[in-house]
């Protein structure tokens, strides 16, 4: 991006710094804005991921896919959201959670302020289920306060929620890879992807005992009872770092498609 604007849609994937927000001066960010109306805002979580896992597990999968996919399509990418609302994993050492209200606080104030400069097309790319919910919620107030401020392009504005683990490719290849041992919680599938990331969390693998199966969701007190060592139902001692890479290339594949077309729309 240092003297034309970043094309959508590149035959090859732009390197990494093309892309991230962080490192464009705002003068690079509004020639962007002339060609593209799009960003990437990576969400993650902190939290307990089993007694195996690494407590960045949502944070590190989010982002890795955000940027993959940000590369491929040519797409700016902010900064990971890497807290999430994980109230119920607060019964583990090292969970950070920030309470529903708060996320959906944070994640408006996120949409305005990319709308207010021009961008109309924020997709968000998340790695943690309990964020679903208040992100959804999130996107209705933006759009309410978008209309209210008369913000230029408030009609135009889109959010897009996209989950990486729950795209199409990714629950087969977990599917045929882990079969019922995928599980809910500490899967395979998001463990093998920080082992691929993160080689030094290799040596942490060891086999665990049979996990509790996934049940209903309630507070932290109650999902440590039913779900004594943080799994539901799954098996990451199954995840391989090669794995990893092919569940990266198969949701960033499935998420550009899907974020391409969400541009066009
Ligand atoms: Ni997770």
Redesign the pocket.
């Known amino acids: 991006m240092s003297d034309s604007t970043l094309p959508p849609f590149p035959s090859s994937p732009l390197p990494l710094e093309a892309i991230r927000l962080q490192l464009r001066s705002w003068p690079e960010v509004e020639r962007y804005l002339e060609a593209c109306r799009g960003v990437i805002v990576p969400l993650g979580?902190t939290?307990q991921?089993g007694p195996t896992g690494a407590i960045g597990?949502?944070a590190l999968?989010a982002e890795a896919v955000a940027l993959e996919v940000g590369q491929r399509c040519g797409v700016l990418v902010t900064p990971a959201q890497n807290f999430g609302m994980a109230e119920h994993h607060l019964g583990f050492a090292g969970t950070v959670s920030l309470q529903p209200a708060t996320l959906m606080a944070l994640l408006h104030d996120v949409v305005l302020s990319l709308a207010r400069h021009g961008f109309e097309r924020i997709y968000v790319i998340n790695?943690?289920?309990g964020n679903i919910a208040t992100c959804r919620a999130a996107f209705s107030q933006a759009y309410a306060t978008a209309a209210a401020r008369q913000l230029p392009g408030a009609e135009r504005l889109r959010c897009r929620l996209a989950n990486w683990?729950t795209a199409a490719p990714v629950m087969q290849l977990a599917r045929e890879l882990y079969g019922e041992r995928e599980g809910h919680?500490?899967?395979p599938s998001?463990i093998a992807l920080t082992l691929h990331l993160e080689p030094s969390l290799i040596a942490g693998q060891r086999p665990l005992p049979e996990p509790a199966p996934a049940g209903p969701i309630h507070g932290p007190d109650d999902f440590r009872r039913r779900h004594p060592d943080g799994r539901m139902g799954s098996d990451p001692y199954l995840a391989q770092p090669e794995h990893g890479s092919r569940f990266l290339a198969c949701a960033a594949e499935a998420l550009s498609a899907d974020l391409q077309e969400f541009l066009r729309s």
């Open positions: 979580s939290e991921h597990t949502d999968t790695g943690h289920g683990f919680h500490a899967t998001e």
